[in-house]
């Protein structure tokens, strides 16, 4: 590894996006698949019952950059819970899109 990359042990998270605007960390880690497994049971400790309408989507991000400076990069859409438990809608429910910057 240069020291270009980033050596951060957290590169990875997920965001749910509220509507109108905000944000809720749900989650990260120091893999992708890590997040997508801790996401939906942190679902229902992060987000508050009357908040869960107000979620339109889950922002699976990546660290772009150095530790010290950089930027969260959108990677693709998680599927959004449908319960407090954390049981997720089938991901065809849920558009994937892949950064290209």
């Known amino acids: 590894m240069s020291m270009s990359e980033s050596t951060a042990a957290q590169d990875w998270r997920a965001i749910a996006c509220l509507a ?18 801790a996401y939906a049971g942190a679902w229902g400790e992060v987000i508050r019952d009357e908040d869960r ?16 400076a950089g930027q969260w990069e959108h990677q693709t859409y998680l599927a959004v819970p449908a319960t407090r438990g954390g049981k997720s809608t089938p991901p065809e429910a849920t558009p994937e899109v892949v950064s290209t910057s």
Do not use: D, F, H, N
């Open 53 to 68: 309408p107000t979620v339109k989507a889950i922002s699976l991000q990546r660290w772009a950059g150095l530790a010290w």
């Open 20 to 37: 109108p605007t905000g944000e809720r960390l749900l989650c990260y880690g120091g893999s992708s698949a890590q997040v997508r497994a």
